[in-house]
Each structure stands twice: as C-alpha cells, then as structure tokens.
C-alpha cells in the first residue's frame, strides 16, 4: 500500500507540474494576444482616420481635412456651384444650401406647420420619431396635414 501510495504522489507530483507549466504557458499566450489586439486596434484606428480625412477632402471639394465638417454631405456644410447659383436665379453668384421640405421623391412640398400632433403630443420642430421606432431623416406636417421632410437641400440666394 506504502508503494502505491508513493507511486500516486509521484504522479500526482507530475501533473502538478504540467499543469503549472500549461498555465504558465496560457497566460504568455494570453498577455501576447492581448499586446497584439492593442496593436490591431490603434492601427485599424489610425486607418479609419485616413480614410475619413480623405473621404471628408473628397466631400469638401478638396478643402484641408482639418477644415471637414462633421457630416461634409450635410446641405448646410456645402456651397452651390455658380451655374447652380445662376440657376437658381442669384445674381451675383452667391448663395447657398438651406433645408428646405420635400416629399419622399425630393420634390418641394408646403412648409412645415408647427406646431403639429403625432402620437397625441404636440410638436414645435422636426422630429424623428415614428410609429415603429425612429426615423433617419427628420420629419413634419404641413398645413394639409402631409408628412414633409426636412432636410431637403434648396438654393438661397445671398445679399
């Protein structure tokens, strides 16, 4: 019995040392991936930030990076052509982007009555709510009670 139990602890002694050793070996393994997902994720960071400053450079007319506005696309953050001016009726060539209403195909619509009812609650701007959650592009009624959205881009002519 003295034998056996001697040959047990023996054994027992060994894979104790396994063990150690594998969990040893688990957390280097786990202290490399962690360094190498820091690492993937300031690069994949730094990335991201190239790739916005060239895509805002690209949305800004070729303006400085540093100058892009938050959502270059946005109608308040761009400037008509001149020929768009001229277009528009604006004589000497300044104007610019305003939010204006538009149905759902981009045609100008009534502007927005406020304040109007949805939900039972009365409403003094735009809004983005609808019945089944919220929506991308803010909303309104008109005076005929039509849905119109808000953030159309429409030409203004500037003094």
């Given at each position: 019995?003295?034998?056996?139990?001697?040959?047990?602890?023996?054994?027992?002694?060994?894979?104790?040392?396994?063990?150690?050793?594998?969990?040893?070996?688990?957390?280097?393994?786990?202290?490399?991936?962690?360094?190498r997902i820091t690492d993937l994720?300031?690069?994949?960071?730094?990335?991201?930030?190239?790739?916005?400053?060239?895509?805002?450079?690209?949305?800004?007319?070729?303006?400085?990076?540093?100058?892009?506005?938050?959502?270059?696309?946005?109608?308040?953050?761009?400037?008509?052509?001149?020929?768009?001016?001229?277009?528009?009726?604006?004589?000497?060539?300044?104007?610019?982007?305003?939010?204006?209403?538009?149905?759902?195909?981009?045609?100008p619509t009534k502007p927005c009555?406020?304040?109007?009812?949805?939900?039972?609650?009365?409403?003094?701007?735009?809004?983005?709510?609808?019945?089944?959650?919220?929506?991308?592009?803010?909303?309104?009624?008109?005076?005929?009670?039509?849905?119109?959205?808000?953030?159309?881009?429409?030409?203004?002519?500037?003094p």
């Amino acid at each position: 019995m003295i034998v056996i139990s001697k040959e047990v602890s023996k054994e027992q002694q060994k894979l104790e040392k396994r063990i150690k050793s594998w969990v040893t070996i688990h957390n280097s393994s786990r202290d490399e991936y962690i360094r190498r997902i820091t690492d993937l994720r300031v690069e994949t960071l730094e990335v991201a930030e190239e790739i916005a400053i060239t895509k805002c450079e690209q949305l800004a007319n070729g303006t400085k990076g540093s100058e892009c506005c938050e959502d270059c696309a946005k109608p308040a953050h761009r400037v008509p052509t001149k020929p768009a001016c001229a277009k528009a009726g604006c004589d000497n060539g300044n104007c610019a982007f305003v939010n204006a209403t538009c149905n759902l195909d981009g045609e100008p619509t009534k502007p927005c009555s406020f304040p109007f009812e949805f939900n039972g609650e009365r409403y003094s701007s735009c809004i983005n709510l609808a019945p089944i959650g919220t929506t991308k592009r803010p909303w309104c009624k008109t005076s005929g009670g039509e849905v119109a959205l808000c953030d159309c881009p429409q030409i203004k002519c500037l003094p």
